[in-house]
């Protein structure tokens, strides 16, 4: 229930689920691209080994551009680096269209893809750092990161797929300029959101409404990771979180290589083999992301961490272990989604530690010890297999995986706990009305509230209008009335005073507002989705009788 809350609230955040499904889109069309490029490929050199050398060769930019690329995403406008980046890409494919329609030459066509991949790296440290900015609230934030994975393991899945059919059907050149389409589509997509000046302009006239409830308290608009914090305070936070990447990096990269190896020695399954413990792997991504939007939900998220990191283990060990095709598709479904939970939950605790001024170059800097580990997994762990053999190789590395779960977890501390509310959302948690509802959901509700600046003489809900949200006012006097009859003039009813509530009604009843609600004088509220209110409603044994039994004395309760 609280995890179809919290996504049919990301939904109505119309900038970030924008993005979300652009990405997706765009996401497929890589897939398109890789299929084909590798078909090229091998069709022109007819070499496993060339292959091999173009795969590790579109790595090396990330190698080397991360931590530049993260500094570029912190001193300019993030989403233009993005625009600037999908656009390049696009254009490329279009240039690799070209050359696989007319025959050009090989190297020409290598030379593009690392290109693109050098352009690629530009891509992740901008789009980390750029995603917080678009969530309205710390609750936002953990559902957006298992969104975006759930979305891209979605187009690991059904990616290659539909690769294979459009090339069979359409050809090479096809998927390539598809592609560049679908660069299209995103680019059209960031154009239309919102750029850092728009931003930093909405945040500064929350933080003036905010003000004047307490000058002290930090606005909560700021954005999940917009707390003061120096370099000493993320040292721990940030080793935590390294140490975690690294040893997943470094066993995945092994695992990749190793996936074939047991496929075609171990299960005797070639090529067959191969395709569905790669299908396993993209259902247990998407399992692991799905069910991270869960654990993400969480006041602390050391244990989902410790949860995800130890499900990866199990599922190495597994695979290590067995010698048939279902038994291994069901290990490596286990161990892809404690990887795609830990990936979730890191994802989440670095943007909540890490200031927004610095995030780009910080995600850089990890960007780059996290490929180089993944590099370096593909390279050492094979060669480790060989000489002590598959299992042990597979049971060390989960064992590895488990242990940085646990030591992460400890480093991160603090960093594993949601910021601090501001003073109006502590003041809505101590509301005598939700004293049935427990601490840990009042909370989860707290963190969800909007800031509502109103002005005298402003209309807040009206007599008929659908019901939307619930309030609680912080400041400021509102009158309450109510219209009989069409045409007759309105009755008041009372007047409301800061730590009352109102909108309850028409939310439990279903129905359209049955009074108006107007501001009587300048003042600010705190409003809760309904659907929120709702979750929160059902979360509290006799909530909803108290919320109803609220205005009975007055003819009828404001809703």
């Keep these: ?159 290659p797929a539909v690769g294979g059919l459009i090339i069979a059907a359409g050809g090479l050149t096809v998927a390539f300029l598809l592609n560049a389409f679908t660069f299209a589509i995103i680019a059209a997509v960031l154009w239309r959101l919102p750029s850092k000046r728009r931003m930093e302009a909405a945040r500064a006239a929350t933080e003036g409404a905010a003000a004047t409830v307490d000058a002290a308290a930090t606005s909560a608009t700021d954005g999940p990771a917009e707390a003061p914090a120096t370099m000493r305070q993320l040292v721990r936070p940030l080793l935590g979180i390294g140490l975690v990447n690294v040893v997943a990096g470094f066993v995945f990269g092994g695992l990749g290589i190793l996936t074939v190896v047991i496929a075609v020695d171990v299960l005797q399954g070639g090529d067959t083999a191969t395709g569905f413990l790669n299908a396993a792997i993209g259902i247990g991504g998407l399992i692991g992301a799905l069910g991270s939007g869960v654990l993400v939900l969480r006041r602390r998220l050391e244990p989902p961490l410790v949860a995800g990191a130890v499900t990866l283990g199990i599922g190495l060990v597994a695979l290590g272990a067995t010698g048939s095709l279902l038994p291994a598709m069901v290990a490596m479904t286990i161990a892809s989604a404690g990887s795609l939970v830990v990936e979730v939950v890191v994802t989440t605790l670095f943007q909540r530690a890490v200031p927004d001024a610095i995030r780009g170059r910080t995600l850089g800097a990890l960007e780059t010890i996290a490929v180089t580990a993944y590099a370096a997994g593909a390279l050492l ?112 009813l009372r007047t409301m005073s800061p730590d009352q509530v109102f909108g309850e009604i028409g939310l439990l009843a279903r129905a359209p507002r049955t009074a108006t609600v107007t501001a009587l004088e300048d003042g600010l509220l705190l409003a809760l989705d309904g659907p929120a209110f709702l979750d929160l409603v059902s979360g509290g044994a006799g909530l909803t009788s108290r919320l109803l039994d609220l205005h009975r004395g007055a003819s009828t309760g404001a809703s």
């Design 381 to 492: 762990m094979p060669i480790i297999a060989d000489m002590v053999g598959i299992g042990p190789t597979l049971a060390g590395g989960g064992i590895a995986v488990a242990l940085a779960g646990g030591v992460g977890a400890v480093l991160m501390g603090r960093a594993a706990a949601p910021p601090p509310l501001d003073a109006a959302r502590e003041r809505f948690l101590r509301l005598p009305i939700f004293s049935v509802v427990p601490a840990s959901r009042l909370e989860a509700a707290a963190r969800q509230l909007l800031e509502v600046p109103v002005i005298a003489g402003q209309v807040v809900i009206r007599q008929g209008d659908p019901a939307d949200r619930f309030y609680a006012i912080v400041t400021g006097r509102f009158e309450v009335t109510q219209e009989d009859r069409p045409g007759q003039p309105s009755r008041h």
């Design 1 to 159: 229930m609280a995890l179809l809350a919290a996504y049919r609230r990301l939904l109505g955040n119309g900038a970030l689920a924008r993005l979300l499904v652009g990405e997706f889109v765009s996401s497929i069309g890589d897939w398109l691209y890789l299929v084909a490029l590798l078909i090229v490929v091998y069709e022109q050199a007819d070499s496993p080994v060339l292959l091999g050398i173009v795969g590790a060769a579109r790595v090396l930019p990330y190698v080397f551009l991360s931590l530049p690329a993260g500094i570029i995403a912190d001193r300019f406008d993030r989403r233009l680096v993005l625009l600037v980046t999908d656009v390049a890409r696009g254009v490329v494919m279009l240039f690799l269209a070209a050359l696989v329609a007319t025959g050009g030459p090989l190297v020409v066509i290598v030379a593009l893809t690392i290109v693109a991949a050098c352009f690629s790296a530009f891509f992740s440290p901008a789009i980390g750092a750029y995603l917080p900015s678009l969530v309205r609230d710390e609750s936002e934030l953990g559902p957006a990161n298992s969104a975006w994975a759930s979305l891209d393991n979605l187009a690991f899945i059904i990616g």
